[in-house]
Structures are given as structure tokens and as C-alpha cells.
């Protein structure tokens, strides 16, 4: 069983900063593409950055140039810092491993972290 382990999550206001980390099994770090997703209720999850295994990056529209996604291959750690940080960022943030091994493609996910932001 792969088990992804996030953490960071919290409370802070409009304007603040928050880190989430996940870590994820050495085993299958170093192949892995690595992403951050979120959730709202009643709405669906939504891609929020991912970063590949040879580092290429995306972002969605609505996190450019506030969210930077990175990872530390040494710590099979992948890192979410959110700057800037909205009301509307308020969910479950949940981290992803995924790609294909040996042909065979896989997708882990984390159990979320919250994130709140007071207004």
C-alpha cells in the first residue's frame, strides 16, 4: 500500500502564506510526477500544480504567480508554497503521485490537508 502523507494545512488570513509538504515512499519518488489537486464541496477536484520527475512545471490560471510547487528528491518530498493566499483557496488540498511504470500506469493520492483563509 502506497501512502502518501501530506501536511501544512491550517488557518491564516487573506494575504498570508502557507507550505503544504508531502512525502511519498522512496520506492517510487523518483519516477513519479507529483501534483497538488483541491477540492470544494460540491465542486469537482480541480488540478492546482504539478511537477513532473525531470521538473517541468505547471500551474493552474488561477494560482500563477502566487503558488510555487517544488521537490526534493532526497527527501522523496514535494512541496506546495502558497503566498498570497484568497478567501477563495479555502478547501482540501491533496497531493498526487502518478505516471507509468513498467507500462503500467498509477496514481496515488494523499488524504488532504485543509486550508482556510479568513477574510
Known amino acids: 500500500q502506497v501512502r502518501l502523507v501530506e501536511s501544512g494545512g491550517g488557518l491564516v488570513q487573506a494575504g498570508g502564506s502557507l507550505r503544504l509538504s508531502c512525502a511519498a515512499p522512496?520506492?517510487?519518488?523518483?519516477?513519479?510526477?507529483m501534483g497538488w489537486h483541491r477540492q470544494a464541496p460540491g465542486k469537482e477536484r480541480e488540478s492546482v500544480a504539478s511537477i513532473t520527475s525531470g521538473g517541468i512545471i505547471n500551474y493552474a490560471d488561477s494560482v500563477k504567480g502566487r503558488f510555487i510547487i517544488s521537490r526534493d528528491n532526497a527527501k522523496n518530498t514535494v512541496y506546495l508554497q502558497m503566498n498570497n493566499l484568497k478567501p477563495e483557496d479555502t478547501t482540501v488540498y491533496y497531493c498526487?503521485?502518478?505516471?507509468?511504470?513498467?507500462?503500467?500506469?498509477?496514481?496515488?493520492w494523499g488524504q488532504g490537508t485543509q486550508v482556510n483563509i479568513s477574510s
Open positions: 498526487n503521485a502518478y505516471g507509468i511504470r513498467l507500462t503500467l500506469r498509477f496514481a496515488y
Open positions: 522512496g520506492s517510487i519518488f523518483s519516477f513519479s510526477d
